[in-house]
């Protein structure tokens, strides 16, 4: 038999019980005589309140023969057996069904709470690329590969060690304006400045996003209605330094003529010629 079957009969039957006991203290008026001969001796004809209680309970659709009717159909459905063990076994068999199918509803609801988690990460996942898609379709993950692929190693160093950097980084100070002339490297900064945060910030215990801390960081040649805006920002302008050319130069030696690459001091020559035209662009 199927204990929880069994044990909404029981519930059923139970219920029934209480509501029978209600209209019982509703013919409390009653006689004790009277009390005693409750079904089968009731005047139809009266309008008493109690005997009015008495009828209902009586009726093919009152609580009594519905009461009968439950009892009839727990006693179809309990095994042929008599005594107590047999009851303490089918509600010992009912309690362990009970708590099986809590434990099982348990479960049940922590792989929902994951497949939730999951659909709303996913959500959020689209819902971030359909804004960056809106700000623009360029593929700024290739861009920045593209960018620090060609970066000579060392370079850029000066930036990042600067003072107005570091505070942008750990400060107060939430914004960084840094204007240059064309060819003087914002892109490559810029690329540089990304590279430094993901390598060094993303499983540091510092981090540029909290509650409401949001860094901002702009590169812009100098036009003046952009530079208007950042007013009174803090400012670090970019520039090629001498010292990140000397660095890229040399890291193109291999490609200099055979005589050129056989003499360090040419090549010394070399880097500061070029450092010196370059001046700052």
């Not at 009653?30 to 001969?37: C, F, I, W, Y």
């Not at 309140?49 to 009828?55: A, E, I, R, Y």
Request: a neutral charge.
């Amino acid at each position: 038999m199927d204990p929880l079957t069994l044990g909404v009969s029981v519930a059923a039957i139970s219920q029934l019980a209480v509501k029978i006991g209600e209209y019982l203290r509703d013919a409390k008026d009653a006689s004790s005589k009277r009390s005693l001969n409750l079904i089968s001796h009731v005047d139809e004809s009266s309008h008493e309140p109690w005997q009015t209680k008495v009828l209902e309970l009586g009726g093919n659709e009152g609580l009594i023969c519905q009461y009968r009717v439950a009892l009839e159909q727990l006693k179809d459905k309990i095994p042929n057996t008599r005594g107590r063990h047999t009851t303490k076994t089918v509600l010992h068999t009912l309690s362990k069904e009970i708590e099986s199918r809590k434990v099982s509803m348990h479960k049940e609801s922590k792989v929902i709470k994951s497949g939730v988690n999951a659909i709303q990460q996913d959500q959020d996942r689209e819902r971030h690329r359909l804004i960056m898609d809106w700000i623009s379709l360029a593929d700024f993950p290739a861009q920045q590969s593209d960018f620090i692929g060609h970066r000579q190693k060392q370079t850029g160093m000066w930036f990042l060690e600067s003072q107005e950097f570091t505070e942008w980084v750990h400060g107060s100070n939430r914004t960084l304006f840094c204007p240059g002339i064309p060819g003087a490297g914002k892109t490559m900064m810029s690329a540089i400045t990304v590279g430094y945060l993901q390598d060094t910030l993303q499983s540091s215990t510092i981090g540029l996003q909290g509650q409401a801390d949001v860094r901002f960081m702009a590169t812009s040649r100098h036009i003046s209605e952009i530079v208007d805006e950042f007013k009174g920002m803090p400012r670090l302008e970019v520039r090629a330094s001498h010292a990140d050319v000397k660095r890229y130069v040399l890291g193109q030696i291999d490609k200099f003529l055979k005589y050129v690459q056989r003499n360090s001091d040419l090549q010394a020559y070399v880097q500061t010629k070029i450092a010196e035209a370059v001046d700052g662009m």
